[in-house]
């Protein structure tokens, strides 16, 4: 008798999860791309930086001596930038967790009508069409040329978004809870507190803050009293084309903070984002 022999089924190529891998790593590619390029300008020699070669032939550090010597007010402009990025972190974060837990596990009225107008603001380009308003309260206030009055503008303007982050965080937890936390004795700060959600509304305001130029430049004169994005968005017609390396090492400086930051803080930030900081 002959053997019959068995055969045995072909395995099928997954092809969508090779065009679904195919596209994240390509829109990755041309994400990085970019920062590789500029991080590599800025250890690059400058005749390696005149060439076509990516790689550098020499490794030169100087740039980011020069970067942190060539503008005088540097050191200042950065201190600027950390003190309006962390007050803004910590009162919009305060904000949204407190509006947040009272629109969700609170008989807040007028619910839906602070919803509609969270809603409506982020539809409007309020940066843009309501840059004269601003400059026309901050003037009231005499807070134009002066640091810490960017912090209301910008606390203000993230406020919708962070909310919403924390409406969504909040709205995963069952209403029990909190009950139940108070009858085990849970401090009202304990309950509030959402770590992971928290975490996306400060990385998302570190971000926004930060990297803000439209109205640092206008509610701004002074250099000393600029942001750090603001003075290296105006040093390229101070330096020209012929210290490129130089240039890159000012935007590697720039971005450096919001990268390691986001690098410490992702694995809370991705958790966050899971657990429905977005479903708002």
């Not at 600027?80 to 407190?98: C, K, P």
């Not at 996306?200 to 942001?227: C, H, P, S, Y």
């Not at 750090?228 to 101070?238: F, H, K, P, Q």
């Not at 130089?246 to 991705?270: C, D, K, S």
Request: proline share 5%; hydrophobic share 50%; charged share 15%.
């Amino acid at each position: 008798m002959a053997r019959q022999r068995r055969s045995t089924p072909q395995r099928r190529l997954p092809w969508g999860s090779i065009a679904k891998h195919g596209i994240l790593i390509s829109t990755c590619g041309v994400i990085l791309f970019p920062l590789a390029w500029v991080l590599l300008l800025s250890v690059k020699s400058l005749p390696d930086a005149y060439t076509n070669r990516i790689w550098p032939h020499h490794f030169d550090f100087g740039s980011y001596h020069r970067a942190l010597t060539a503008i005088d007010t540097l050191p200042q402009n950065f201190e600027n930038s950390i003190v309006v990025t962390v007050a803004t972190m910590v009162i919009t974060t305060t904000i949204a967790v407190l509006a947040g837990y009272a629109l969700v596990h609170l008989p807040t009225p007028g619910k839906r009508l602070i919803l509609g107008i969270f809603v409506a603001s982020l539809f409007v380009p309020s940066r843009v069409t309501g840059l004269i308003s601003i400059w026309e309260i901050q003037d009231r206030l005499g807070l134009i040329n002066n640091t810490w009055g960017l912090i209301l503008p910008y606390q203000t303007l993230a406020l919708a978004v962070s909310v919403f982050i924390m409406r969504g965080v909040f709205e995963t937890i069952p209403k029990e809870l909190p009950e139940s936390a108070r009858v085990d004795g849970a401090s009202s700060f304990m309950i509030l507190l959402v770590r992971n959600g928290v975490i996306v509304v400060v990385i998302t305001n570190f971000i926004a803050a930060w990297g803000e130029w439209l109205l640092a430049n206008t509610l701004t004169n002074d250099q000393e009293k600029r942001t750090l994005t603001v003075v290296l968005a105006s040093a390229n017609a101070g330096f020209g084309q012929w210290l490129w390396p130089t240039m890159a090492a000012m935007y590697v400086i720039a971005i450096l903070p919001g990268l390691l930051a986001f690098a410490f803080a992702q694995r809370w930030y991705l958790r966050g984002l899971q657990e429905g900081a977005l479903k708002g």
